[in-house]
């Protein structure tokens, strides 16, 4: 690694990537070009590329990705009601191969020998960086600061911080870690190490508490094209500009907070408090378009992949041929998942009141409880016997 001359950092301008910054200079006495992905952050974002040059950096990129991110990475992976272990809505994971992409973009352009990022040597991050770079170029040279230095703590990190007159955001106060980008906000780390310990009030940034959310249900309309959603009460938007809002409908009446400890992919347990408030609205309303547009068993085959499919995003193989093959299934599913969707949302919680489609499969003629004439009820009687066929066999067998 001694003949590197130019390293691309993922930099988001917070501690850790701060201090690698400089790190990265007094180390291997190279160029570093920063890239920071702007996928929704919004404030996060002022005077990034001032400070990374005031820090060393020889060329700073502040890159817009937000469309591409909901467009190409958040909306598929919805399309699969994709969730991890049952609550985690992947959105530190579904972020890590867009922002790996555009940074071996930005090498490619740079001519520059590695590439380097800020994630821990006991964290998920490295794996969903590095398998992204690999995968993109298989001869890369990757520089992972927490794997090679002698700087093993955020209070160690502060205090070489401070030395190198390097602004950061964390303060003894809250020194928990945060990771946002338009899909989520993720909190961990210092005081959330305990999971015992409760998570303030004033840790969230994307909601309101559902207590102080208001005391008025909202309804609103989600209208989806091919899985997606395209307008919410009847005004149709690009992704990036619908998910915000989406975020503003949820954030102001409390939805999409959770608390949960999870399984990282290193093999250890890891606390988390995230908001996930326009994703949490989003997966509720598309499978009740689900609901009435897809076939039973097409739908069940699919949910029995959602754990898979999650996984895959969670350990960092978007860039691979299983999801590749998932995705492609996937995306077959929602040819006719086409209409809209009628949300209450109230005080933390969101409830499908209603669903309609041109290609709904839901029949009222069959449905009923009242007369028809399109169904009979004594075929139930053949149909049950058949099924109950082996029970019967197995408990005459047994006598």
């Not at 326009?278 to 509720?284: E, M, Q, S, V, Y």
């Not at 169904?375 to 067998?397: H, P, T, V, W």
Request: charged share 25%.
């Amino acid at each position: 690694m001694s003949d590197i001359k130019k390293v691309v950092l993922a930099y988001s301008g917070g501690l850790d990537t701060s201090v690698i910054l400089k790190w990265l200079i007094e180390t291997y006495d190279c160029e570093v070009v920063t890239f920071s992905a702007d996928i929704g952050q919004e404030e996060e974002l002022d005077g990034l590329e001032e400070k990374a040059l005031k820090t060393g950096a020889v060329k700073a990129y502040v890159d817009d990705l937000t469309e591409e991110f909901v467009k190409d990475f958040v909306f598929p992976m919805f399309r699969a009601n994709a969730i991890y272990e049952g609550e985690y809505l992947l959105g530190t994971s579904i972020a890590r191969p867009l922002i790996s992409k555009r940074q071996m973009e930005i090498a490619k352009i740079e001519g520059a020998d590695a590439v380097s990022h800020g994630a821990t040597g006991k964290g998920n991050d490295q794996v969903r960086f590095e398998l992204s770079y690999y995968a993109i170029d298989p001869a890369i040279k990757i520089v992972a600061p927490w794997r090679e230095w002698d700087l093993n703590s955020r209070t160690v990190l502060m205090d070489f911080a401070t030395k190198h007159g390097i602004e950061v955001p964390q303060t003894p106060k809250k020194p928990y870690s945060t990771d946002r980008n338009i899909l989520h906000i993720s909190y961990e780390g210092g005081v959330l190490e305990d999971p015992w310990a409760h998570a303030t009030d004033d840790m969230y940034t994307m909601s309101v508490s559902p207590e102080s959310a208001p005391d008025t249900p909202e309804v609103i309309e989600i209208e989806f094209k091919k899985g997606d959603p395209v307008a919410i009460n009847g005004t149709k938007m690009s992704p990036g500009v619908l998910f915000k809002e989406l975020n503003r409908l949820a954030g102001r009446n409390g939805i999409g907070r959770i608390d949960l400890v999870e399984n990282r992919f290193v093999g250890m347990k890891s606390r988390g408090v995230y908001e996930t408030p326009g994703g949490t609205l989003l997966r509720h309303a598309h499978m009740g378009m689900e609901s009435i547009t897809l076939d039973r068993e097409v739908a069940h085959l699919r949910d029995s992949l959602i754990p898979k499919y999650a996984e895959i995003i969670y350990n960092g193989f978007w860039f691979s041929p299983e999801m590749e093959m998932l995705q492609g299934m996937v995306d077959m599913t929602q040819q006719n998942v086409n209409g809209t969707v009628a949300m209450k949302l109230y005080k933390g919680n969101c409830y499908v009141l209603g669903r309609k489609s041109d290609q709904s499969i839901y029949n009222e003629d069959f449905a009923t409880f009242e007369d028809d004439d399109v169904y009979s009820q004594k075929d139930a009687e053949g149909f049950i016997k058949l099924n109950a066929l082996r029970l019967r066999i197995r408990k005459m067998m047994n006598k």
